[in-house]
């Protein structure tokens, strides 16, 4: 917590940065933070652990495969997902990853970029791949429940009204930014929950956790691009030569799809170069933990 207030008042952000926020590397690299770990407390959940780093909590769960998420052993060192390869996308503005069920804000200007977690559609109600922008900006926003969700809750027994008005009772939370995609539908908000971040929840739009959007909202901009993505599987070639493997889940669509969990031809065309075995990458697309695995060593690669 400490980087993040001095990030804050050494780049004079005028709200609470809650985001994890790196430079852009100017070397050639794309991975960005490192991993850290976490002493288990009594008494402690996934859940408790996920938001006091604000990661993911399918992420932070991936991480630490055979974990319990609710008693996890007092004194159990978890992995926390902190680092992360970019996206192999243009870096700037918004770029969501549903693979790993991240945000990504790029500010060029300033060689930055700031990382969120986020919830998004569940199966069913699948948040689609994307290149739109922000077409609106709505504090306190009401919210409008379309046919389909009324008839979810009334199948339910709860009657939901035609318009739920901003307040604690309404799911959109403080803060909401439509998208101009389609009929414009589709928005990326807080909530008034206190779980859902790091799942596949929503019924399509992108959830955040309300410090997240708090701060994220009074940052962008109307116009701003956002480009939704589903990369399950990312490589970096670092500059010493090393190289690095982060695979996700795949997500499961409504029709039952996913995408194809393989090596990617790149890095097979350059262990292939090189004869170097690719079993650790092999085994990484396996695991599907979330963070970056080396795949070869510095040493390695330059040889």
Not at 60 to 69: C, E, H, S, T, Y
Not at 76 to 94: C, R
């Amino acid at each position: 917590m400490l980087r993040k207030t001095l990030i804050a008042a050494c780049l004079g952000f005028s709200h609470w940065l809650s985001a994890a926020t790196y430079s852009l590397p100017t070397d050639g690299s794309n991975m960005v933070g490192t991993l850290q770990y976490h002493s288990v407390v009594a008494g402690e959940t996934m859940s408790d652990i996920a938001k006091q780093y604000d990661v993911g909590f399918l992420s932070l769960m991936a991480a630490n495969k055979g974990v319990d998420p609710f008693l996890p052993q007092e004194g159990y060192v978890l992995t926390i997902p902190s680092q992360a390869i970019l996206p192999h996308v243009d870096y700037k503005g918004i770029v969501i990853n549903l693979a790993e069920l991240r945000l990504y804000y790029f500010e060029p200007d300033k060689n930055l970029v700031h990382i969120f977690p986020v919830g998004i559609g569940r199966i069913g109600q699948d948040t689609p791949e994307m290149t739109t922008k922000i077409s609106q900006l709505r504090e306190a926003p009401t919210w409008t429940p379309p046919a389909s969700i009324r008839k979810e809750y009334l199948a339910k027994g709860v009657e939901l009204p035609p318009v739920v008005p901003a307040g604690p009772e309404n799911p959109l939370g403080d803060y909401a930014m439509r998208l101009a995609y389609g009929t414009g539908s589709y928005l990326i908000h807080g909530t008034n929950k206190d779980f859902g971040i790091g799942l596949r929840v929503s019924a399509g739009c992108i959830r955040m956790d309300p410090k997240d959007i708090d701060w994220l909202f009074h940052e962008v901009k109307v116009g701003l691009q956002v480009r939704i993505i589903d990369e399950p599987i990312k490589i970096a070639l670092e500059p010493d030569r090393s190289v690095f493997i982060e695979a996700h889940e795949p997500l499961t669509r409504s029709d039952g799809t996913k995408k194809e969990m393989i090596i990617p031809q790149e890095l097979t065309w350059w262990l292939d170069e090189y004869g170097i075995n690719d079993r650790i990458a092999r085994a990484a697309v396996l695991a599907q933990n979330g963070v970056p695995i080396e795949v070869v060593p510095a040493m390695k690669g330059l040889e």
